[in-house]
């Protein structure tokens, strides 16, 4: 059974990723997990594209 890399988790005060392979959080905290970043974490949980919604959301932030 292959264990998934990235997953979101919830943590007091929203989510973050967890990076299974590094065992270490990954990225930012969020209040809510945007739909389309938790969908590719739990479907095809792509680096590339887990790094440019990642990206987008942080500038949003801003």
């Avoid at 392979?21 to 974490?41: I, Q, T, V």
Wanted: aromatic share 12%; with cysteine.
């Amino acid at each position: 059974m292959s264990r998934r890399r990235y997953v979101a988790r919830g943590v007091p005060g929203g989510y973050r990723i967890w990076d299974n392979r590094g065992r270490r959080w990954w990225g930012d905290l969020y209040e809510l997990c945007p739909d389309d970043l938790l969908a590719e974490l739990n479907g095809g949980a792509d680096q590339g594209r887990i790094t440019v919604l990642m990206k987008r959301y942080r500038a949003q932030r801003r």
